[in-house]
């Protein structure tokens, strides 16, 4: 559901478009708009009537396939909203899109809400990982600042929100907050994503949380970039850590060398979901041990030819996949 408003019988209604059919992992699919507009009255109705549909058609045979991506492809958009429309009743047509750009989920800073004097404060927390005292020392600020309560973000960040101007100073002085939590983290750290690996998951064939920790700290201290680059590592084609709507998506493999079979990554370039494409993957697979090299010197590419506050899926778009891959194929033939 994305807001959108209609004019319907002289007054501008605010409610939401839908969109099906969307999922990531070893086949994925961009969602599809219905040309529908819900009232906020309606989502509940009407997300009832997506879930039935797939649960009366969705596909049982293999569990591979049991997803309302595949069904959704099979109908198509059209197709699908005349099978809700029979379920729940008539809806109205499509409105004004009132989406406004996209930014992955980030929310870093200070800023103010719309309750004047509150704010609500974005949060990096590296690789989404904290432990146990943390998560309280969290908790506390939540009470002590905000209204108790902690949002999450897709990008393994949180949120806290309703904070009094006049404790805005205080905040931003605490120690979670100064040296763990930043209110702005460094370029890397602060948009890095993963799964959680092999450390947790039996279907993960390499590590990543703190590969990914790891790399993003090397990158931050070897190149200067001041422009957001976000880069997701996973674990396996299932793609729990969303390598598909990165701008760079590093995927584990393994590779077999005189030493034995060792891990590496797949590299990918160019995804975003501000105009949807995902990324597409190049012609390298690079050992964890050259890993945080190679990307540096493929940033660093980026770095030089890029236009004035460019971001990195627009530059591949602009270059050309053919150009990355002839930096790639530099790159590995001078390691």
């Known amino acids: 559901f994305t807001p959108a408003k209609k004019r319907i019988a002289g007054e501008d209604v605010i409610g939401f478009h839908v969109w099906v059919g969307g999922g990531l992992s070893a086949k994925p699919y961009l969602a ?3 040309d529908v507009f819900v009232r906020p009255e309606e989502v509940v109705k ?22 309302l991506k595949f069904l959704v492809a ?3 958009p059209e197709k699908f909203k005349e099978e809700l429309v029979k379920l729940i009743g008539e809806l109205e047509t499509s409105g004004e899109d009132l989406t406004k750009g996209w930014n ?6 200070l800023h103010e809400q719309r309750q004047p004097g509150y704010y609500y404060a974005g949060l990096s927390v590296p ?23 902690i949002g999450a973000c897709n990008t393994q960040n949180v949120l806290i929100r309703n904070i009094a101007k006049e404790k805005v100073a205080a905040f931003r002085e605490e120690p979670l907050i100064v040296n763990r939590f930043k209110l702005k983290p460094n370029t890397f750290v602060g948009y890095a994503v993963s799964c959680t690996g092999t450390e947790y998951c039996n279907l993960a064939i390499v590590e990543t949380k703190e590969r990914m920790r790891s790399l993003a700290q090397y990158l931050d201290d070897t190149v200067e970039l001041d422009t957001p680059l976000r880069i997701h590592m996973i674990g396996c084609p ?11 998506g590093l995927q ?6 005189p030493a034995g079979m060792v891990e590496a990554f797949d590299i990918h370039v160019g995804g975003t979901l501000e105009e949807p494409q995902f990324n597409r993957k190049l012609n390298a697979r690079v050992t964890v041990d050259r890993l945080g090299a190679f990307l540096a010197q493929l940033i660093t590419f980026y770095k030089e030819e890029r236009l004035e506050g460019e971001e990195y899926w627009r530059y591949v778009e602009r270059v050309g996949l053919a150009r990355i891959q002839e930096q790639v194929d530099s790159i590995l033939q001078t390691a």
């Open 32 to 34: 599809k708009q219905l």
């Open 127 to 149: 690789v989404g990982r904290m432990n146990a005292a943390e998560l309280i020392e969290l908790a506390r600020l939540a009470d002590e600042y905000g209204d108790g309560t």
């Open 74 to 76: 099979d109908w198509g």
């Open 238 to 248: 299932n793609s729990c850590g969303q390598r598909q709507i990165a701008d760079i």
């Open 252 to 257: 584990g493999a393994k590779v077999k060398t």
């Open 104 to 109: 992955g989920g980030y929310f870093y800073g």
């Open 46 to 67: 009407v997300a009832a009537g997506v879930t039935t549909l797939f649960r009366d058609f969705g596909y049982r045979q293999k569990r591979t396939h049991a997803r």
